[in-house]
Structures are given as structure tokens and as C-alpha cells.
């Protein structure tokens, strides 16, 4: 499925680029400043006309097949949502039901309740913001500090350094995971919230993201605050961090997403029902009546309690991340 979407969305920005390429035609807005170059090369007015009605087909037709191929993408990426709300209002008996029924027959808006009580939500949702916050804190030090290091400081090796560093995104996580498992089990910290905090506070795609941003930044004003007399720690406080604050926004937001999302590295680290986080502890305690299966529309229900802050802080916070993405290209 996410191959098809990002097909479908590649397909649209593809249709849109060469259409517009294609279109040779003089637009609307500038109709009296075409008719006059017409005038002055002897066309009629009839071809003229001519010229205005393909380029309006051309444009239906642009829009047409862009906006379909973004519709099913759209459709695709909502539709997920969907069907994990209708699952968390329905009963036991109807999430059963083969084939399943897209509407559900009745909404029971109790299973959010029934979600939060019978589990101790309270507790998940503080161990989660205690390893969202620490984790989120210990990202953004050493973000900023590594990529201020690598985007403006000059010491022997490193390109070289910054090299191997990325090359370290090409690692399979599966690796990091069973490392990063050994060494916790190792010093006995299994249980304990630095066991849940430590493997998320360093991201090298988040250096890598935030020293383009860096780069972007004049030379000249480092220069000229150095001349000054401006330390590295000085001039990184107050030229630096605010210039970039959109791309640490960025960061720090999905950061604390990937926190909140993080399901396998908790299950490892944390057996005890006093550390679980709320991803992986809600979906854990939903038993029917004899025990011996999940109830699903129970599972949904937790799910969405999960997901809905996740999208809310995206909603109210999605200029931030797009200016920080923005911001940070590639090049440099």
C-alpha cells in the first residue's frame, strides 16, 4: 500500500510537470497583452480563440488527472484512519462479522472508556511524556551541538568523520536494536526509565537534517562575530539556534512522535507493568471473557486514544515542521 501511494503521488507531480511544460499558450490573465502580439503578427481573431479553448481543455484536463491520482492516494492514506475509529466504536460480535461492515451497525463511544479503565492509562501516559520529555531534550543537545560542529567548526577529519556517520544510516535498526539491548541487559537496567530514554536521544538523521540548515547560514556572520570576540557556544545561542528554529521545531515535534510511537525497544526493555508506555501497554491488557483472545474493537479504541494526540499536535504544529523542511534542503 505505501508503495502505491507514493506511486500515485510521484504519478501526479509528474502529470502536473509536463503538462505544464506542454502548455505553450498565452494564459487568461494575459489576454490583452496576447491579443496584441496576435494583432501585430496578422493572426485572426479566430485563431486566437482557437488558442484560448485548447488552453483551457489543456488545463482541465492537468487538473483532472492530478487531483484523481491525489484523490486515491488521499483515499488510501484515510481510509486506515477510518476503518480503526468505526472498528473502536463497534461490539465484539460485529467485529467478527465476515465480511465486516464498513458502517458500523452501532457506535458504542463506552469502548473509549472501557479502554482507559481497564487498564491503568494513567500511569502510560506519564511514563510515556517522562521518556517523550527526557528523550526529546537529549535529542535536541545533541543535535544541535553535533551539527553545529560539522556545518561551521574546522578540525582535522571531518568530512571524513560526517562520512562514516552517515554511512551509519544504512544499518539495519534490527542491529542497533539487539547492541543496544545488550548493553542495557548488561548494566542491569532493565526497568528503569535511562533503559527507555538513552537509544533515542542520538539521531543522525537529525544532525544530518539540521547541520543542511546550519550551512545555510552566512559564513559572514560567524566571521564578523568572531572578529568580535563572540565564543562558539555564544554565537551558537544566539545567531545559530534562532535562525534554525523552524528545523529544531521540526525535530523536536518528531522526535517526541517517534517516542510516543515506539513499540518494539519498550517491549524489550520494560516487562513490568509500572514502565509499559501507552503504545505498547494499552494494546496489552484487553482480554475477553475467558481470556483466551483480544477483544479488537477494545484494541481500536486504545489505538485512537494513542494516534488522536499525535494528529492534533501535527494539525496545530504543521507549518512549523513544513518550514523546517523546507529550510533544510539538501544541497550545501
Not at 540548515?213 to 568572531?226: G, S
Request: hydrophobic fraction near 50%.
Amino acid at each position: 500500500m505505501f508503495w502505491f501511494i507514493l506511486l500515485s503521488l510521484i504519478l501526479a507531480a509528474f502529470v502536473l510537470k509536463v503538462l505544464d511544460k506542454s502548455n505553450k499558450f498565452p494564459s487568461i490573465k494575459h489576454k490583452k497583452l496576447a491579443a496584441n502580439l496576435w494583432v501585430e503578427e496578422s493572426q485572426s481573431e479566430v485563431d486566437y480563440q482557437k488558442q484560448i479553448r485548447k488552453e483551457k481543455i489543456n488545463k482541465v484536463i492537468r487538473y483532472t488527472i492530478a487531483y484523481t491520482l491525489l484523490s486515491v492516494a488521499a483515499f488510501f492514506i484515510i481510509f486506515p484512519f477510518y476503518w480503526m475509529f468505526a472498528t473502536s466504536v463497534k461490539t465484539a460480535e460485529e467485529t467478527a462479522l465476515y465480511p465486516p461492515t464498513i458502517i458500523p451497525n452501532e457506535v458504542h463511544f463506552s469502548n473509549f472508556i472501557e479502554a482507559m479503565t481497564k487498564a491503568p492509562f494513567g500511569t502510560y501516559m506519564i511514563n510515556t511524556l517522562i521518556v517523550g520529555v527526557f528523550s526529546t531534550i537529549g535529542t535536541i543537545v545533541t543535535t544541535v551541538l553535533s551539527a553545529y560542529a560539522f556545518a561551521r567548526l574546522n578540525f582535522k577529519g571531518k568530512e571524513v568523520l560526517f562520512s562514516i556517520l552517515l554511512a551509519t544510516m544504512m544499518i539495519p535498526g534490527e542491529i542497533f536494536v539487539i547492541t543496544n539491548y545488550t548493553t542495557i541487559a548488561s548494566w542491569d537496567m532493565k526497568n528503569t526509565y535511562p533503559a527507555l530514554v538513552l537509544p533515542f536521544i542520538v539521531s543522525v538523521f537529525y544532525i544530518f537534517f539540521l547541520r543542511q540548515t546550519f550551512r545555510h547560514i552566512p559564513n559572514e556572520l560567524y566571521l564578523a562575530a568572531k572578529v568580535d570576540g563572540t565564543g562558539d557556544f555564544k554565537y551558537l545561542w544566539k545567531v545559530m539556534i534562532p535562525m534554525a528554529k523552524s528545523t529544531i521545531t521540526s525535530i523536536l515535534i518528531l522526535s517526541m512522535m517517534g517516542t510516543w510511537n515506539a513499540y518494539v525497544w519498550p517491549n524489550l526493555v520494560a516487562s513490568d507493568k509500572d514502565m509499559l508506555l501507552v503504545s505498547n501497554g494499552l494494546l496489552s491488557v484487553y482480554k475477553d471473557v475467558d481470556g483466551t483472545g483480544q477483544i479488537v474493537s477494545f484494541q481500536m479504541a486504545a489505538a485512537v486514544l494513542v494516534t488522536v494526540p499525535l494528529i492534533v499536535v501535527f494539525l496545530l504544529m504543521r507549518k512549523q515542521i513544513m518550514n523546517g523542511v523546507s529550510r533544510s534542503g539538501i544541497k550545501g
